[in-house]
């Protein structure tokens, strides 16, 4: 989770060690980097705290501030092993292509095309 900031610029090292050496909460200070742009995974290594306590205390800040975020999603597994099957790729080329297991592939696809059945057979309807 990273706070949206137009026009924003990389926080100094200078900023960030008067932040920590500051005489606050720890949580006051993660809100403080958080409100400079800095990701929580950033906070976490800085603080040398858990990441789940970073992720808590900005979670629980941006709710209460209704403060506008952005995130990246990850394309896992799963869905690169749909999108090489809507390719037209079979089950082996995709276990191959992604070094996974081929009953993996086959059981996702399946679980793909099962989902895809319904949905097809509601809007039919």
């Not at 137009?6 to 909460?25: L, P």
């Not at 975020?69 to 276990?95: M, P």
């Amino acid at each position: 989770m990273k706070k949206v900031i137009e026009n924003a610029k990389k926080v100094s090292e200078s900023t960030i060690k008067k932040i920590v050496s500051s005489e606050t909460s720890k949580s006051a200070k993660m809100k403080e980097l958080f409100d400079l742009g800095v990701e929580i995974k950033e906070i976490a290594a800085i603080m040398e705290v858990r990441y789940n306590f970073v992720y808590n205390v900005i979670s629980n800040y941006v709710t209460m501030n209704g403060i506008e975020t952005e995130s990246t999603k990850k394309v896992g597994k799963k869905d690169a092993i749909i999108e090489l099957f809507l390719q037209g790729k079979s089950n082996k080329e995709i276990a191959i292509e992604l070094k996974a297991n081929y009953n993996y592939v086959f059981n996702t696809i399946k679980t793909y095309k099962s989902k895809n059945e319904v949905a097809t057979e509601t809007t039919v309807e």
